[in-house]
């Protein structure tokens, strides 16, 4: 059920962002600017590997074969932005987008996921892209359908009668048609004004679920989702049985089968490989969990053995997935990792080659903080305000009280272990907890927080060590 915003909680509308082909690099900074604070070398890193993706795709195809992107490799404590940075540029450059550990992939030979299977899921992600494009083009179309298909149900087309060739029966004939249109039509002005909403009609609806399994093949154990339908197609014929639904019901089942039966799954398939293969973002996370060179003991005798799996990966290879061979040259790939036991010369030098463009995320200052608290996008205190305003709990934070949240979240992080901007994420729930919880009995009403208010609730567990660790 959608929950709409108070209409003092809501921001002015957004102006269209520009075309994905026509951004620069300093627009796409700008954008960046919008969600991430600070970070500038960072954004001017990933605006110009976004750039030059654009540029490579206005050469001739047999001088873009040959450029390949440039992968980046961003290096900074946890919390700092990496994730987000990459995250908001795929979005900005409407690009599949998949995020992955660098530490749940194994080498061959063990027991896990290799890492082709990131290529995989990109594919699968990119499916999910292409096909809410096609839905959206086919929508009214399909909802015109399903008009149609309801009005069927509710009044069912009257029998064909024999052909008369008398003059009274034609006319008698035409004037039932008439009728039936009428009635008909009036029918449809009810169910589009919603006054039909709770009658019930029967439906047919088709069974989706097949029997599917997993194939054990050298590479590890992959979800190929081979479907029995697909092997026996005359075994599973696809049965269908007639339900009684009420009205609106039976229009979103209707809806759904006439925009199955509108767009061609096969396009959709060629479409996102070669969305995927083109255009897609890869963003590897906690690399320098695998960083390490052999000589390790127990588990981590596996981590070069992850490395060397990624060289072909990130290099250029064809991955082969159920919709089709997939090349990975085009693909650009992020990694990030906080590096504070390891540090990126530990990496094989292979895989360092891989990744020539390396930028440094500084850990965030008490003035980042304050930042991050109100001037993103989706800023933290935007969104618990707005969160609270659904109970009609207006929240109010004074300028002083962000600088004290700031502050705590500051020494916070450096008494204890550093986690960056989610800091603030653990204060605020434990500033706004008793507000949070008595919201829904408040009523119309204003929560205020001024300077002393955070100090009376935060400076106990600031100051106890072992609190601070457990609650903040």
């Known amino acids: 059920m959608p929950i709409y915003l108070p209409a003092s909680l809501r921001e002015e509308p957004e102006a269209p962002p520009p075309a994905a082909d026509s951004l620069t690099p300093r627009q796409v900074v700008a954008e960046l600017d919008l969600y991430v604070v600070g970070q500038n070398a960072a954004k001017r890193a990933v605006a110009v590997a976004l750039r030059n993706r654009i540029r490579r795709q206005r050469l001739p195809p047999e001088d873009a074969a040959e450029i390949t992107p440039k992968n980046i490799l961003m290096i900074g404590p946890t919390g700092v932005g990496k994730t987000e940075i990459a995250r908001r540029l795929a979005k900005l450059s409407r690009s599949p987008f998949l995020k992955v550990e660098a530490s749940k992939f194994t080498e061959v030979g063990y027991v896990g996921r290799d890492v082709e299977s990131m290529v995989r899921d990109l594919v699968g992600a990119a499916l999910e892209t292409v096909r809410h494009e096609k839905l959206l083009e086919v929508r009214a179309r399909a909802e015109q359908n399903a008009e149609e298909r309801l009005l069927d149900l509710l009044l069912p087309a009257p029998g064909s009668e024999a052909t008369d060739e008398a003059p009274e029966a034609q006319e008698a004939a035409r004037h039932a048609r008439e009728r039936f249109q009428q009635t008909r039509e009036k029918l449809r002005a009810q169910l589009r004004s919603g006054a039909l909403e709770q009658r019930s009609v029967e439906v047919e609806t088709h069974e989706k679920s097949f029997p599917t399994f997993q194939i054990l093949s050298s590479q590890g154990v992959e979800e190929m989702d081979i479907q029995l339908k697909d092997l026996l197609p005359g075994l599973f014929g696809g049965r269908s049985k007639r339900r009684s639904l009420p009205l609106h019901e039976a229009r979103q089942v209707l809806l759904q089968e006439e925009e199955a039966r509108l767009v061609d799954n096969e396009q959709i398939a060629r479409l996102a490989v070669e969305r995927a293969q083109s255009s897609g973002i890869i963003f590897i ?188």
């Not at 653990?426 to 949070?436: M, N």
């Open 285 to 472: 996370d906690e690399i320098d969990k695998i960083a390490g060179r052999e000589g390790g003991r127990g588990p981590e005798v596996s981590r070069e053995g992850v490395q060397r799996d990624l060289l072909p990966v990130v290099e250029g290879t064809t991955v082969f997935t159920k919709y089709g061979p997939v090349r990975t040259d085009h693909i650009l790939f992020m990694a990030a990792g906080a590096f504070h036991v390891s540090k990126p010369s530990d990496l094989i030098p292979e895989l360092q080659g891989r990744f020539p463009i390396r930028v440094e995320l500084h850990p965030l200052s008490q003035e980042d903080l304050l930042r991050i608290l109100t001037e993103p996008r989706s800023a933290l205190l935007k969104q618990y305000q707005a969160l609270l305003g659904t109970e009609g709990v207006r929240l109010e934070v004074t300028d002083a009280a962000l600088r004290e949240i700031a502050r705590f979240a500051a020494e916070v992080n450096q008494q204890t272990e550093n986690i960056g901007a989610r800091r603030l994420a653990t204060i605020l729930e434990t500033l706004l907890e008793e507000a949070s919880f008595d919201a829904a009995d408040r009523g119309e009403t204003v929560v205020r927080f001024d300077a002393q208010d955070v100090r009376a609730k935060l400076q106990a567990l600031a100051q106890d060590q072992e609190l601070s660790r457990f609650i903040l």
